[in-house]
């Protein structure tokens, strides 16, 4: 269980222990859409639960920011409670939970919570239905939910959605707040930077930005982070073009985090098999 908390005008966070993820929920005429619904269906039962407690009515659209497990394995606790309502994604988000939900509930890490673990295994998973490619607009009556697929980055389908009245932009794990941003074996770390300077634009001094995980952020922490991937960007092709290989690589780099950072093993060998 979590509180949701007004943010903006109509726009609700609530931050989930498990994982620190946030789930957001903007309000309108038409209704209630929820971004992220959490890494299992009784999760995403809380979050429904949650959400009645806003009591700004019924929830008419669901979004999953990207197919990443803990943004998505909540959706059919919402079906559950509206059989019939739409779930956006970018269309490889789409296309990632799919073919790799199965493999996630199969193969989870043996340090996870035995009980949460049992949770994610035993999820009805819910593949998004209404699919977009570069933008998409959910239309809530009297404001509009923008949703935008910047480029490759954290994966080949993560979304940004906007509220532009209330000047929030929930970034997904394009941003993370109280971790480094997660760089897996499906992320894009020669992209990623570039996606964060095509963000900038929509983000003002004075826009709330939603990270993914952690506490609400702004512009300028956004263009740290973007920083951190483009120096990140910058080692892995210096690296690559002198000849270092994959293996010391992580070693040898001058990084922006502590080398020990798992993700940077990930982001060398992403980073070198779409260089080599
Ligand atoms: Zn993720």
């Given amino acids: 269980m979590a509180d949701f908390t007004e ?7 609530a931050r989930y222990a498990w994982v620190d993820l946030t789930v957001t929920a903007v309000g309108g005429e038409r209704g209630l859409v929820v971004i992220d619904t ?9 979050v429904v639960e949650d959400v009645r407690r806003i009591g700004a009515g019924e929830v008419t659209a669901v979004v999953n920011t990207h197919w990443h497990w803990d943004h998505s394995f909540g ?5 559950e409670q509206w059989p019939h309502l739409p779930i956006h994604a970018q269309e490889n988000a789409a296309l990632w939970l799919r073919d790799h939900a199965a493999e996630v509930q199969n193969d989870l890490d043996d340090g996870m919570d035995p009980e949460r673990a049992e949770e994610i295994r035993a999820s009805t998973i819910v593949i998004p239905d209404r699919l977009f490619g570069t933008t998409a607009v959910i239309d809530l009556g009297d404001r509009a939910v923008e949703l935008i697929h910047p480029g490759r980055g954290h994966t080949d389908g993560d979304l940004v959605a906007r509220v532009p009245d209330a000047n929030v ?3 997904g794990d394009l941003i993370e707040e109280s971790a480094h941003p997660w760089i897996g074996d499906d992320s ?11 963000l900038l634009p929509l983000i003002a001094p004075g826009t709330v930005v939603v990270p993914g995980h952690g506490a609400l952020v702004d512009r300028a922490f956004v263009e740290g982070q973007r920083g951190e991937m483009a120096a990140i960007e910058r080692e892995i092709r210096r690296l690559a073009a002198a000849g270092i290989s994959e293996q010391d690589a992580v070693a040898e780099g001058d990084w922006p985090w502590e080398a020990t950072n798992p993700g940077l093993a990930n982001a060398v060998s992403r980073g070198y098999a779409q260089l080599t």
């Fill in 7 to 13: 943010i903006a005008d109509r726009v609700w966070t």
């Fill in 38 to 46: 959490h890494g299992s269906t009784a999760a995403g039962r809380a």
């Fill in 75 to 79: 959706n059919a606790a919402f079906r």
């Fill in 169 to 171: 932009l929930v970034a």
């Fill in 188 to 198: 894009w770390p020669l992209e990623w930077a570039s996606t964060l300077e095509a």
